[in-house]
């Protein structure tokens, strides 16, 4: 058990409904990542967080916002659902720099946008 | 900028045979390299990875994996083969800069068969 669980596990949406997906960890580290995985593409970083207020944007960030209210909690917005944004969304944390430090999974959250 | 490639979407071996799944990188500056895997319906956990230093990078269940400049590789291996190791496993690349993201590839698929 990494210490990182991810709410809902699963969810079907239908489209223009905004959804909010949710990462909390129990470790207290710093550094926290929202992914989303798709067939062919691997995984892709959408936000990232290195402390609370304080986050980023990754590789596929349009359509989707982040906050970071807690050092534990990262919650990962879709402000109006589309299908192109059907996928499976990873939650990870890491104790350090994200270029160098291993990253902690959660399970993941199946989200399908109808 | 930086990039993975893992040719092909799917590895099937034997039991007891050697594993090997290859990942070639692109990175413009000194490159840090992980492998991850993923069981199904799980998220992903580290397998190894080479930061600096020795450039053959011994891993979890028995996995390896070296580092080769010279042909920008990143290659994991494993001498036999066993059937818990059926998964997904992806190569990551990341660079020397604090601001550096983790990009992964797209995946292989792993089967053993009986």
């Known amino acids: 058990d990494a210490g990182i669980t991810q709410s809902p596990r699963h969810k079907v949406t239908e489209t223009g409904t905004p959804v909010t997906l949710r990462c909390h960890q129990t470790?207290?580290?710093?550094?926290m990542y929202w992914y989303r995985q798709d067939p062919g593409h691997g995984l892709r970083l959408i936000h990232y967080?290195?402390?609370?207020?304080?986050?980023d944007k990754g590789e596929v960030s349009d359509g989707y916002s982040v906050s970071r209210s807690k050092t534990e909690d990262f919650l990962l917005t879709l402000e109006s659902a589309t299908s192109s944004q059907t996928s499976v969304y990873f939650c990870?944390?890491?104790?350090?720099?994200?270029?160098?430090?291993?990253?902690?999974f959660g399970p993941g959250t199946r989200l399908t946008v109808l | 900028a930086q990039s993975v490639t893992q040719l092909g979407s799917h590895v099937s071996v034997s039991e007891g045979a050697l594993v090997l799944l290859r990942c070639n990188y692109s990175?413009?500056?000194?490159?840090?390299l992980f492998w991850y895997v993923q069981y199904p319906n799980q998220g992903l956990q580290l397998l190894l990875k080479?930061?600096?230093?020795?450039?053959l990078v011994k891993g979890i269940n028995g996995f390896e994996a070296e580092f080769k400049k010279s042909e920008t590789s990143f290659h994991l291996t494993k001498p036999s083969a066993h059937m818990s190791d059926a998964a997904e496993y992806f190569c990551?690349?990341?660079?020397?800069?604090?601001?550096?993201?983790?990009?992964f590839g797209k995946g292989i698929t792993l089967s053993v068969r009986p």
């Open positions: 990870a944390y890491s104790g350090g720099p994200l270029n160098t430090d291993t990253q902690y």
């Open positions: 470790e207290n580290h710093r550094y």
């Open positions: 967080s290195y402390g609370v207020k304080d986050t």
């Open positions: 990175s413009s500056v000194p490159p840090y």
């Open positions: 080479y930061t600096t230093g020795a450039t």
């Open positions: 990551a690349v990341s660079g020397s800069g604090a601001n550096s993201k983790l990009t």
